[in-house]
């Protein structure tokens, strides 16, 4: 009975072993998933975007925030920050130089949770018209796509795609038939912030 009581305790000591290394194994993987997050650092920040700010080994500094209507986020120890008009890579840099003055060697990294600063508009015989977020490098067709499709009673071939740039408005023909056929296929333009598209 000794001998046997002795092997099950042994076994379990071995399996307790192993179990706490792979945990430990687990934890490193973990941390070295959050601290290597990649980003789009090209996404430029505008109003009531939701950013998740994360730096490294600190819970303090990490959260998530609103960005306002005036474009400003506020930050722990840094009070008000502008941040609409500059990219995630601007802010991660802004964010690592103004911590320095509170934390040895700060890692930032920041994150967007959600995107409203950045939207299209669809209007007319579409079966969900509506505001939608844009999506980078989202094509006309996506964008019908994204409202559910034409309807019934689409007119096809005069789709418009009004876009104001610099107080100017101007205005992008799109043919679905000849798009999807691919006669025009220059038609099927990427949408800007702001596009309005309408389906008569």
Not at 63 to 92: H, Y
Not at 127 to 144: C, E, H, I, K
Not at 151 to 162: L, P, V
Request: net charge neutral.
């Amino acid at each position: 009975m000794k001998v046997v009581s002795t092997k099950i305790i042994r076994c379990l000591i071995l399996s307790l072993i192993v179990s706490g290394l792979a945990f430990c194994t687990h934890l490193k993987t973990a941390d070295k998933a959050v601290k290597e997050t990649v980003v789009d650092s090209s996404y430029m920040i505008g109003p009531m975007d939701v950013l998740e700010v994360q730096v490294w080994k600190e819970p303090d500094f990490s959260r998530q925030v609103l960005v306002r209507p005036d474009g400003k986020i506020t930050f722990p120890l840094i009070d008000d920050i502008q941040v609409s008009g500059i990219t995630t890579l601007g802010l991660k840099a802004l964010l690592t130089e103004k911590l320095k003055g509170f934390l040895d060697s700060p890692e930032v990294t920041v994150i967007v949770v959600e995107s409203h600063s950045k939207n299209f508009y669809i209007l007319g015989k579409v079966n969900r018209p509506g505001t939608y977020p844009l999506s980078p490098d989202m094509t006309v067709l996506q964008a019908l796509s994204a409202a559910g499709g034409l309807g019934e009673w689409a007119d096809k071939d005069s789709i418009r795609i009004i876009r104001r740039t610099e107080g100017k408005e101007e205005i992008f023909r799109f043919d679905y038939d000849k798009v999807i056929s691919g006669k025009k296929l220059e038609q099927n333009i990427l949408l800007e912030p702001n596009d309005t598209v309408i389906v008569p």
